[in-house]
């Protein structure tokens, strides 16, 4: 067998991909990360918001695009493409084919001085064509890497851009290229394609001009899109008063052959329709669909805010028939038929919630490594190993193996990373060196020298502050020597603009005014520690969330604002301090809370790279909710996959299982926690590197529709296992009710999995009794991706689907002669029907893990309003929590799928394995110092601390102090806020310091005055 390579390749340059290589590379593993576009970043970079926040996409995702560009272990081979595989798990080589760029990355500054001078235009696919572009040119402001590229269709060879290049980056002799790399696995993370619109030529696509594409309007709504996010008509370029959305173009579809769905175009379409709204005043939307597929954590609470709240306009249950145009005005009437009836509407713009398909270069990879596709050239994949392709070594995430969000995609992409590092992990480190930074400039004696950096983020800030105005401001400061301002700080090549003028002015503080420093902080601290500075010299302003977001129509006050809390800020920075680095020595093991299909998912993928696993399961046994499901939707046999799993897991000499098993206590951080368990009334104590929350969930226990009353009423899974067991089903006629205690204001979320359960046990009575009657009483039915196609098969077997609204729900109650009935008013039909069912099955909520309270206190993690644990960040961290270390999957993160939720845990032990990988990490700087002699030891730090990191010690004259365990210590203030002698202060945020900031404030206040 050929020795094994530690290096994976991973290709796709999205959001999946980008995620896979990042966490492939931060445990020092070799990563060639191959995207066919200029630039990596995929699909996501073109969005303007995201979903149910409202987070920037950018400004989210920048951070990630300029790690992934930065990383010693990441090579990118941009404008490249996979030609040849050849070898096996292990070892691959691959051929991997580069295009000509024409320009020379590594000497391209990203001035831009080439693009302004071509004289050659063409559409720009990256806005969709609604603007043009040059034949040379950057993909998007902040693209990485921040190289230009020629397109040899567009360019003339005119040689006006090699003449302008001052750095000499411009080369037209270059010439395509292979080159081979070696590699132990392989991730498909090549992201998905639009459904070619054109194909429904009813609705005008390409004919009419006020028909655009979601992602068209997307390219509208961006700060940086062609209209500066204002939404106008393509056709005399005006504001619309009126925009239609109409749902499933390309997907839900026999007639084009997409019978799947698309899985984000429901709440894609609600998010543009709100965001349309609050850029435009006076646009009213309104979205056409046959069923609102609000899924994922909190969705379904964004769709009941934006109709009730926003004023949002829904027709539910319709699929629009055509739409025709007034030549004159360009306007658009819809026809549709509802209730049976044909109706029409007029809009001024239409929008097509286009669905996605899979691209045809990952169909060309997947026939070069010989990867088995569906039926709809998306990767085959099986429900017990999601990330596993048929080819060995070979993985796959995000949409190329079904069309997801992005969260979903960046679970799988962890999950996919931790799979490829399963097979590479002996070969750790031996192709990666290590990342050191220049020796710290030495400060002592020297004036405090400040940069000041001031992010335009498009029209994020620019669009409402004044952002010369505040740079001008800026100069005027003490102690600032320069300003600028930044279409986008957070770039590329911004970094290196920054790290430029610290070595050219002998910069010694670094202010950057944009957003926030949760997100951005720490790239900003990375660009001062590459120039030689400590990177606590760095100060953030956050003119975004504290100014342009919050006073978006107060321009001038936004302004005053803006320059205010750059002040603040240059005084702040005038007196901050370097801070030593604190590292911690990393413990190679891991606790794992919950012993469901999630926590023993961990465990294995752990072990399997060498890590002792502390595995807790409260009750008697492992297996949690997994031991009630019997099949999958084409009949796997889940019970024999669940005891092989069970079965393998006390085999592995790394895992250690604690049944009957709590968790009583932790203590410490990051890479060293102290743990607590006690078992049957006996305690054990260990100490692990990071901590994995798997605790699961449980079936609602209903209190309506007569359950608990009457023996023929029960919830799917007692259902489900009715049918599984040998006396089987009897039942002539049988009625599920779904959303039975979801979607309802106790637990206003959706619980995912309870369509496709109800679709699922309704196909196996019609299996097992063809001539059963079988309703489903449904809101929307939610059968997400592939899942449709069982919907398909179930309504083609018979299977009768009665929608009700949340105004009427069935009515069920026990007839004179005993028997069931369930009244309910079809709103399709638009008639009350009366059905006696011998079984009625109850599609209950997936509930949290209630032991989920009490384990948020001991581990000092958040829950959301639900019960669940909350994340780090909804779309780019759903396994983390703020509190590094910690990581999370499964149920306790929300509703899912079992076989979502092997992927989720996979990904879990991707993101744990960043830190176990490694010997020591460097703790948090920003820590509480005690000052003994004002001490007088009252203990108070002690009892308002959460973390435990003061603790009383006694001096040699006896006096008892307060010591501070910098370890422990997460440098919240809460200890230096309590301390009465004012004896305890922040490195970083002294009393000197924040009082320097109130001053200044206290300044502007009386002058305005």
């Known amino acids: 067998m050929p020795e094994k390579v530690g290096a994976v390749l991973v290709i796709g340059g999205g959001i999946a991909g980008t995620q896979c290589a990042l966490d492939l590379a931060d445990t020092d593993l070799k990563v060639y990360l191959v995207d066919s576009s200029p630039s990596i970043g995929g699909a996501m970079s073109q969005l303007d918001k995201t979903f149910p926040t409202h987070d920037c996409a950018m400004c989210i995702m920048a951070p990630k695009l300029v790690a992934t560009g930065r990383h010693h272990n990441v090579e990118l081979l941009t404008n490249s493409e996979v030609e040849k595989v050849e070898g096996q798990v292990g070892h691959f080589s691959v051929t991997v084919r580069r295009k000509v760029r024409c320009v020379d990355e590594s000497k391209c500054t990203g001035c831009g001085l080439c693009t302004q001078r071509c004289p050659v235009e063409v559409p720009d696919e990256y806005n969709k064509g609604l603007k043009m572009r040059k034949a040379i040119y950057m993909k998007y402001p902040q693209a990485v890497p921040p190289a230009h590229t020629i397109d040899q269709d567009a360019c003339i060879g005119c040689g006006i851009c090699q003449t302008q290049c001052e750095a000499g980056a411009i080369d037209f002799t270059e010439e395509e290229r292979a080159i081979i790399i070696d590699v132990g696995a392989i991730v498909l993370a090549p992201g998905f394609t639009e459904f070619d619109l054109k ?90 669909f046959m069923d609102m597929r609000a899924f994922g954590k909190e969705f379904d609470e964004y769709y009941v805010r934006a109709e009730k709240e926003h004023g949002l306009r829904f027709t539910r249950n319709v699929r629009v028939a055509s739409v025709d145009e007034n030549p004159e005005t360009h306007d658009l009437t819809i026809w549709f038929s509802e209730k049976g009836e044909l109706r029409k509407k007029v809009f001024n713009l239409v929008v097509l919630s286009v669905g996605t398909d899979s691209p045809q270069s990952a169909q060309d990879v997947a026939e070069t490594v010989g990867i088995e596709l569906n039926k709809h050239d998306f990767c085959e994949t099986d429900i017990f190993s999601p990330l596993e392709t048929n080819v060995p070594g070979v993985f796959v995430c995000g949409a190329f193996s079904s069309p997801k969000d992005i969260p979903d995609s960046v679970s799988q992409a962890s999950g996919a990373a931790s799979k490829a590092m399963n097979i590479v992990a002996s070969e750790r480190g031996k192709l990666i060196e290590k990342k050191g930074y220049p020796s710290e400039i030495d400060l002592k004696g020297q004036d405090p020298r400040i940069g000041v950096f001031v992010c335009h983020c498009g029209i994020n800030i620019g669009g409402v502050v004044d952002i010369p105005g505040v740079v001008e401001y800026a100069k005027t400061l003490p102690n600032v020597v320069h300003a600028e301002d930044n279409l986008y700080t957070c770039s590329q090549d911004t970094q290196e603009k920054i790290k430029e003028k610290i070595k050219e002015l002998d910069l010694n503080r670094v202010i950057v005014a944009s957003c926030t420093p949760r997100t951005h902080g720490p790239l900003f601290q990375s660009t001062l520690m590459e120039a030689g500075l400590n990177p606590h010299l760095f100060e953030m302003a956050n003119i975004r969330d504290q100014c342009s977001w919050v006073h978006s129509s107060f321009p001038e006050k936004a302004t005053e604002k803006a320059k205010d809390l750059v002040a603040m800020a240059a005084e702040k920075s005038r007196l901050l301090d370097p801070l030593p680095k604190v590292l911690i020595e990393i413990e190679k093991s891991a606790l794992v809370i919950g012993g469901g299909l999630s926590g023993m998912t961990v465990a294995q993928e752990l072990a399997d790279q060498g890590i ?398």
């Open 199 to 288: 194909l429904k030529r009813e609705y005008g696509y390409g004919r009419y001009p006020n028909v655009i594409s979601s992602l068209e309007l997307e390219r509208m709504l961006s700060p940086t899109g062609p209209y500066g996010g204002i939404v106008l008509r393509p056709s005399n370029g005006e504001v619309p008063e009126k925009v239609a959305f109409i749902q499933c173009v390309g997907s839900r579809d026999v007639q084009v052959g997409n019978t799947y769905c698309s899985s984000v175009c429901c709440m894609f379409a609600i998010k543009e329709a709100t965001i349309a709204e609050e850029h435009t005043p006076g646009l009213k939307t309104h979205i056409f």
């Open 612 to 1009: 002792k696993v502390f595995l807790l399961e409260k009750e008697k046994e492992l297996g949690g909710l997994m031991k009630r499901i019997h099949y999958g939707l084409n009949g796997e046999e889940v019970q024999a996959f669940l005891s092989k799993v069970m079965s393998d897991l006390p085999k592995n000499p790394l895992i250690e299982i604690h049944t009957e098993t709590e968790l009583k206590d932790v203590s410490g951080c990051v890479g060293s926690f102290d743990c607590l368990i006690e078992s049957n009334g006996h305690e054990q104590e260990f100490r692990v590197g990071a901590i994995i929350v798997a605790t699961g969930g449980l079936e609602y226990r209903p209190t309506e529709y007569l359950y608990g009353e009457d023996t023929r009423v029960m919830t799917q899974l007692e259902f489900e296992n009715m049918l599984a067991s040998s006396d089987g089903m009897d039942a002539k006629t049988i009625v599920m009710i779904q959303c039975v205690g979801s979607r309802v204001p106790e637990r206003p979320y959706c619980s995912r999995i309870c369509c496709t359960e109800a679709v699922k046990n309704a196909l196996k009575a019609k299996e097992l009794k063809p001539e059963s009657n079988v309703y489903i009483m449904y809101r929307d039915m939610r059968t997400y991706g592939f899942r449709e196609e069982f919907y398909n098969k179930a309504a083609a077997e018979g299977v009768i689907f009665t929608r009700y609204s949340e105004d009427s729900k069935p009515v069920v109650s026990v007839g004179e002669d005993s028997s069931l009935q369930v009244e309910v008013l079809d709103q399709i039909l638009d008639e009350n029907i009366m059905v006696r069912p011998d079984i009625l099955v109850l599609s209950a909520a997936t509930i949290p893990n209630p032991d989920n309270v009490p384990l948020s206190q001991i581990l000092k993690v958040p829950l959301n309003k639900d019960k669940f644990f909350f994340e780090a960040h909804m779309k780019l961290r759903p396994m983390d929590f703020a509190n590094d270390g910690i990581f999370l999957c499964g149920l306790a993160h929300l509703p899912k799928f079992f076989e979502e939720n092997i992927a989720q845990a996979s990904g879990a032990a991707a993101r744990a394995m960043t830190i176990l990988s490694k010997d020591s990490l460097e703790a948090e700087s920003i820590i509480a110092v005690v000052d003994e002699d004002k001490c007088r030891g009252c203990g108070k730090c002690v009892e308002t601390c959460e973390f435990n990191a003061p603790e009383l010690i006694e001096k040699e004259d006896g006096r008892l102090v307060s010591h501070i365990r910098e370890a422990l210590c997460k440098g919240c203030g809460a200890c230096s806020v309590s301390c009465c002698n004012k004896s305890i202060t922040m490195k970083g945020f002294t009393s000197d310091q924040i009082m320097s900031m109130v001053r200044r404030g206290l300044e502007v206040a009386a002058k305005e005055t």
